[in-house]
């Protein structure tokens, strides 16, 4: 019979006992060492009865389950079973018949209360009922034995007392199930089972150790995992502890042997994001650590943590760190070391693989707090060639890294890669990287960040020390293919004061510079710093250096080519390809100072400067140029807003009588005053009057005027007869209709004259006394010339070293107006 939607199962309990094959104990005759193992079922009677109180027979499917509570609560454990019922509605069900292995035991270990739920398929939950004593019974054969091992396996082996009693009794243990006669043999002991915890637990509550191990020559404790179970650990260690200095892991070793160490792990799978070692920890108190590593020797090839992969596969790690609190100054991996000796590591990484994305050192951190980082080395020594973080690589496949830094985090001081030395010796560098492959597009130092918060970077550097050839970011290649870069930076953010790199020092030694890059390859498009951004924001740069010392002469950017057709410096935009701006900025803005905004500086018969224009590379012109003696050549308009000062004056046409073959010149009308001419035409009336009406401004813009009349076609007298009042001025003639030709001039008085009225003789400045503009035209030598002696052109080859330049720029600095 079909139950309706809306029918109940009526349930009542007929017995729950153990089944029969657990009602009747073995007799001792039968006990053996593989007895029959208690089934663990629970047998279960119920009637099913429809919503009018009839009894329903045939197959029915039910659900069992077991819960903590007589109501609510998830299922500690449940099955759906086929039941038969007769015409009486009565069946039976055997409880755990679904699984090889039954009713689990840990249901009935704790001795807690149990309850037994019933649901019929597509109906609702019966009230549950309370089970009884008698199931728990099927636990009662551990009474006996532990983890089914019999009690005098256990007896300890230096219990001689113990010994020699079983000796003399030589009769077998108790009828409990699993028990032996047999005394344990004098090698290892293997525990094996199936549990959701541990097989075996030690609690130490003294002072002592948990669990001690000592071998001779191997791993006195070795842990293994045989499944491909994620998350395993084939030796974990866990502290949770959440103060004081404290270790997930500890190891040590006395050991002065090469490659030994006090902890040692090793990934062997040659795919999958696997760690050699693996660390973590929830302590927030200063020096905690997921994996710490000390080497206390002062000397040597030694570690202080110690990774190794030969795993291809991206993200795999020889040491991989990560820190996932938010806040405090913590690290992803820390390393440090007291080691001066020649390529001593705070933290040393190498990643052997050839392709892949693969990395000697990662490290990463979700802290927003200042100067957290994803990985931090420090290296203390004054002395020696030592690095704070190593790094290399000999992959050339494309952004494979010696060190490779990425900060998430979107907000705060935070850096991808970190840096810092005091030391004052020759190469010696905050952050140093050299990539070695000669081809593809690989990067000595990579660094990218998300940040739009003002002062983000994604390669900072800084080198504290004020004297001494030293670098706050130092980077080197020797590839010829387009676009490597000893350097590069990408800042990606779309907003925000940010830079692709950054550099700046406090040095004042010649040479020294915020950011240095050379390029040394002889061809290809090589680059000695590059650096780009995406952001809009006024003031965003892909390439930004900064000298902060107030002496010296020192460069915020400085580059330099040997290559004849070589640029030092070279810019591109739609707009202004290169901009110079003699000023100071800070936080709150930048102030514009006296001084050279731009200084160009070339040998004798060079160009100083030169504009080209076209619609393509291939067809640019010449557009204005100056040469290093002066000349100066403009193709287009030539607009002043100052004061014009020349020699000469003149314009130059092509001869209209000949304009194939000459030139035809006039030379400017000069003058002591700032003077304006006006003139014209005009007849007298039948009176011999005529008014003469100039422009608008005439009387605001001139003033001292004076007049010039000439009578044209017959002798008459033309005189002034009104002067100039309100932009006009009378003529009268002798007779009537008489053309007078008339000429007024007038000295500037508008405010820029006014201010700036030009000075007919003066003196010259001090450091112009004895000198000429044109020393040839009275008699003296070039080195007499205006300008003469301020700059000292450099000698020796036709490309100037940087030495030479820094020479150069040094004699000039403060000279040059």
Known sequence: MKLSSCC????????????????????????????VQVPHLIRFSGTAKDE????????????FALYQDEQGGAPLWFETQNVRADTNGHYTAMLGTDRPEGLPLDLFTSGEARWLGVRAEGQQEQPRVLLVSVPYAIKAHEAETLSGRSISDFVLLNDTKTLSARTRNNQASSNSVGSSSALPPNGPTNFAGSTTTQIVGVTQSGTGTGLSATATTHPAVAGTITGPTSGGAAVQGLNNATSGVSQGVSGQTSSVTANSSGVNGFAAATTGQV???????????????GVSGFEGAATGFVFGVSGVTNSTSQGA?????????????????????????????GVNGYEGATTGRVFGVAGSTNSTTNFATGVSGYEGATTG?????????????????????????????????????????????????????TTGQVYGVNGGTNSTTQGAAGVNGFEGATTGQVYGVNGSTNSTTN??????????????????????????????????????????????????????????????????ATTGVTFGVQGMSNSSGGVGV??????????????????????????????????????????????????LAQVFSVDASGNGSFSGNLNVTGKLTKGSGSFKIDDPLDPAHKYLSHSFVESPDMKNVYDGNVTTDKHGLATVVLPDYFEALNRDFRYQLTVIGQFAQAIVQQEIQHNRFTIKTSKPSVKVSW??????????????????????????????????????SEHEAIGAGMIVPSTGSACPTRASTMNLLTEAGGAVK
């Open 317 to 345: 790690a020889a040491v991989n760190g990560f820190e996932g609190a938010t806040a405090g100054q913590v690290f992803g991996v820390a390393g440090s070391t007291n080691s001066t000796s020649q390529g001593a590591t």
């Open 570 to 619: 070279q810019g591109s935009s739609p707009n202004n390809a290169i901009a110079g701006f003699n000023q100071t900025c800070n936080n709150t803005g930048c102030t514009l100072h006296a001084g050279i905004a731009g200084k160009f500086v070339t040998a004798t018969g060079g160009t100083l400067l030169q504009g080209l224009s076209g619609s393509s590379l291939n067809s």
């Open 8 to 35: 109940a199962v009526a349930i009542s309990f007929l017995a729950l006992v153990v089944s029969a094959t657990a009602q009747t104990s073995p007799s001792n005759s039968e006990t053996t060492s593989a007895s």
């Open 743 to 780: 000429q007024v001039t007038g000295i500037r008085h508008d405010a820029y004259a006014d201010a700036y009225r030009i000075p007919v003789e003066e003196e010259k400045p001090p450091q112009e006394q004895g000198h000429y503009l044109h020393p040839e035209l009275f008699g003296a």
């Open 275 to 289: 760690y050699g070692v693996i660390g973590s920890t929830n302590s927030n108190t200063g020096n905690a650590a």
């Open 483 to 548: 676009f490597a870069s000893g350097v590069s930076g990408f800042e990606g953010a779309t907003t925000g004061i940010v830079f692709g790199v950054q550099g700046g020092t406090n040095s004042m030694t010649n040479g020294a510079a915020g950011v240095s890059g050379s390029a040394n390859a002889t061809t290809g498009a090589t680059t000695g710093v590059s650096g780009s951004t995406n952001s809009s924001t006024a003031g965003a740069n892909g390439v930004f250096g900064g000298a902060n």
């Open 385 to 437: 060639q030592v690095f704070g973080v190593s790094g290399g690589t000999n992959s050339t496949t494309n952004y494979a890294a010696g060190v490779s830094g990425f900060e998430a985090a979107t907000t705060g001081r935070v850096w991808g890669v970190n840096g810092g030395t005091n030391s004052t010796t020759q190469g010696a560098a905050a952050v140093n990287g050299y990539e070695g492959a």
């Open 52 to 63: 009018a109180g009839k009894p329903i027979s045939g197959v029915l499917g039910i659900t």
